[in-house]
């Protein structure tokens, strides 16, 4: 209730004749806010202005109004309706897009407005998207309903005071909120509209000074001995009260304290006699306390810390348990760098010391003795703070991490960012020679320039730690760690042996060229701190400044595109992915090394494609899914389980030979002149084995007719030898058969071999690094 009025005018007591104002209002005590009967279930606030948004409809003096609240900024908008149709709410609505955009997330009751085909294909042809509450549970909506509460209070009182409600809803708009200490209007724009109220802070602050003879001052207890060692208060002198803050993270006691602007630095300190080398820092503002970066030593009691060159100085203060250890060490903190450094140590150890910093040198002087006997020292040294600010504006740290599979990549970049604002220069010799300043970015004006092909929600780097850097000829600098996440179209065709280009567009999203130039400072990347990647070779970054138009802009509009040349390691493919496959082609050959009788020529076939259907369920796991281009890898596996396919009907067609359907049938004549001459001469198989064995045949008839004619027994002898000639023409015939199964068995097996061969080195070929011999 007192904020707006304090944030522009200033009296003695100005807080106590606001309260009674408003006691004395009638229309105030009438619409006092009550006890409220259920709890409003908020959903997540928006990550940026106007990028979520909550939309009701309430009536009030048998009119209809719309309300749309902003979930980051508070924001209101009221618009009077004359009927309560879709249309009409639409009609609304275009109004506030095309003042200040098309937001992300639209959060509505389930009113019937909201659930109609019409203003569902409005909220899906402009890609919001649509969230409604529950219709058994309709104050799950809670910033729309407490908007709506917060704006009938304020239209009521009005109606009985007979002021303008707009007035009221400017002022309302202009209130700051006690969670962000700043009011709708300046999160929405950065600075409050202009209203009846003085919007000069220049003459608010000199009166205030001339009340109570100087700039405010607060007082923080942080911590207690005993009791609470989190507990935190702040003491308001202008109406002599105390307040309880947001506790401490840790439990602490005889601990540091340092001022940085407007952020509090607690660190060290002891918790049940440990000692702690732990750090915090508290934003007043906020209320919120946050971790930083540990020191590199513990240390407790009658430490001492400064501020020097935006430095954190800690030096002295004991160490272990009890006093008997004075900690000798001084470290410094650097906010730009988030680093804790040790750096020269006292000459003589210091606990309990005084501590001055003047310019860029540290004094100390005094400490107590390592027995805490109340022995004194009036010595007294000096630490000089070297400044290496311009390391911190010239080093650039950059990480890369491809994702094939979502066709993403991932860089860890310090980017950085110049430019100059004519309002930010000054009379360095009218400042005590102060030639830069340190600021919040929240504070300044920031060019909007973003990730264009950023594959996460579009950021300006706004809500990120980075401080700028302003000198006094208005030149500001800005040094930002990102992590930045991009699309980039995965060209896999020579996969594993590719190499791959990605882009990072960096450009304006609101301005063209005619207010806002981006262009590159420096060809290419700084990679001299470059951070090696497991999987991938950086080969180098070029950059490039474009002017691109567009059909919905007028004017050109500049970005800077970095070219990110990645080259892949081979190694780890190599090992899990080409050279398996070789290994499992080669040892298909054992097919025609198995004996025929063995019959597991089959099953030991079908078990080599049962491991390339592993090797290929590995490869879709790493390969995005595309039909674009086919990968050389897939290409090599599909012809090596083509060819594994054809030795199996190889060894089939070979089998079928080895054991014909009628043994005794002698084999054709065709197949003897191919098989059992041209092809047994190719694959140097001899077949004098059969000729041998046939003559032996041949032989033994002419004695058994011998016999035949000088015998006795004729008719017996003549069966015999018939049966006799029989068995032993089957037998050449089996042998005749089994042979010309073996020169096709070898025929086969050649064949493979020399098929595998070919397709390796096709496909390695085919690769311009493996012809090159950039593996």
């Known amino acids: ?136 549970h309709h104050k799950s909506n809670g910033k729309a309903e407490a908007a709506v509460k917060i704006t009938k209070t304020m239209m009521r009182k009005t109606l009985l005071n007979g002021t303008d409600q707009y007035e009221a809803l400017l002022e309302l708009r202009n209130t700051p909120r006690q969670d962000t200490e700043a009011s709708p209007t300046e999160m929405m724009f950065g600075r409050n509209t202009r209203s009846m109220l003085p919007s000069s802070r220049t003459k608010r602050i000199r009166s205030k000074k001339e009340y109570t003879g100087g700039p405010k001052e607060e007082l923080y207890p942080i911590g207690e001995n005993s009791g609470d060692k989190r507990q935190v208060k702040k003491y308001k002198s202008n109406i002599d009260e105390w307040e309880f803050l947001s506790p401490m993270t840790f439990s602490r006691a005889a601990h540091c304290a340092v001022v940085i602007g407007e952020v509090i630095y607690e660190m060290d300190g002891t918790d049940d006699n440990v000692c702690l080398r732990s750090v915090e820092c508290y934003n007043p503002s906020r209320d919120q306390w ?195 996440t991009s699309s980039c179209e995965i060209d896999i065709t020579f996969f594993p042996l590719d190499d791959q280009t990605c882009e990072l567009r960096f450009g304006s999203w609101s301005y063209s060229s005619e207010f806002l130039d981006v262009y590159p400072r420096r060809d290419g990347a700084d990679l001299s701190s470059y951070v090696e990647n497991g999987e991938w070779i950086l080969l180098g970054v070029k950059s490039e400044r474009r002017l691109l138009t567009y059909d919905c802009c007028d004017g050109e509009f500049p970005d800077v595109t970095y070219h990110v040349q990645i080259r892949r390691r081979t190694l780890f493919y190599m090992m899990n992915f080409i050279l398996p496959c070789v290994l499992i082609a080669v040892l298909t050959l054992l097919v025609f090394l198995l004996p025929p009788e063995s019959g597991e020529r089959m099953s030991f076939g079908v078990t080599v494609l049962l491991s390339f259907t592993i090797l290929l369920l590995m490869l879709m796991a790493k390969l995005p899914s595309t039909s674009k281009v086919t990968p050389l890898i897939a290409v090599y596996y599909a012809c090596t389980i083509i060819e594994v396919s054809a030795a199996m009907g ?126």
Request: charged share 25%.
């Open 290 to 484: 946050s971790p930083v970066l540990d020191m590199n030593n513990a240390r407790k009691y009658f430490a001492a810390a400064t501020i020097s060159s935006g430095k954190i100085i800690v030096i002295g203060g004991y160490s272990g348990m009890g006093f008997t250890r004075i900690e000798t060490t001084c470290e410094i903190f650097d906010k730009c760098l988030n680093q804790w450094s040790l750096v020269s140590s006292p000459i003589v150890p210091r606990a309990a010391c005084g501590i001055v910093s003047v310019t860029n040198t540290v004094y100390l002087f005094g400490r107590e003795d390592i027995n805490h006997q109340r022995y004194y020292l009036n010595s007294v040294e000096c630490y000089v703070v070297q400044e290496d600010r311009k390391k911190v504006a010239h080093s650039r740290r950059k990480k890369v991490y491809m994702d094939e599979k979502q066709e993403v990549i991932t860089t860890n970049v310090w980017v950085r960012q110049f430019w100059n604002d004519p309002r930010f220069s000054w009379n360095k010799a009218e400042y005590g020679n102060i030639s830069q300043i340190i600021i919040n970015p929240e504070k300044a004006w920031l060019p909007d320039v973003v990730l264009l092909n950023s594959a996460e929600v579009m950021s300006d780097g706004r809500s990120t730690a980075a401080r700028l850097v302003v000198k006094h000829d208005g030149n500001v600098s800005r040094l930002n760690p990102v992590i930045i």
């Open 1 to 136: 209730m007192t904020r707006r009025p304090r944030d522009t005018v200033f009296w003695p007591a100005v807080s106590t004749e606001i309260r009674q104002l408003a006691e004395n209002c009638e229309a105030c005590q009438i619409h006092k806010p009550r006890n409220q009967e259920e709890t409003l279930k908020q959903h997540e606030e928006g990550e940026t202005a106007w990028s979520k948004i909550g939309v009701d409809l309430f009536e009030i003096k048998e009119r209809n109004y719309l309300v749309t609240v902003d979930y980051y900024s508070n924001f209101i908008e009221v618009d009077n309706l004359p009927t309560t149709t879709t249309k009409q709410v639409i009609t609304k609505l275009n109004g506030h897009f095309a003042r200040y955009g098309i937001p992300i997330q639209m959060v509505t009751d389930s009113g019937s407005q909201f659930l109609s085909r019409e203003f569902k294909n409005f909220t899906r042809n402009l890609g919001i998207g649509h969230v409604t509450s529950s219709p058994h």
């Open 650 to 775: 190889m060894a089939c067609l070979m089998l079928r030979f080895y054991h014909p359907d009628n043994s005794s049938a002698p084999i054709p004549d065709w197949i003897r002149v191919c098989v059992l001459n041209y092809c047994a001469r190719l694959v140097r198989l001899s077949t004098s084995a059969g000729r041998v064995r046939q003559a032996q045949i041949v032989q033994e008839w002419r004695q058994v007719r011998l016999r035949e004619n000088r015998g006795k027994e004729q008719t017996n002898m003549t069966i015999l030898t018939d049966n006799i000639f029989k068995k032993e023409e089957e037998d050449a015939m089996r042998e005749e058969w089994r042979m010309a199964a073996m020169i096709i068995n070898r025929l086969f097996a050649w064949i493979y071999l020399i098929t595998i061969i070919i397709t390796l080195a096709a496909v390695l070929l085919k690769s311009p690094r493996f012809r090159k011999g950039e593996l």
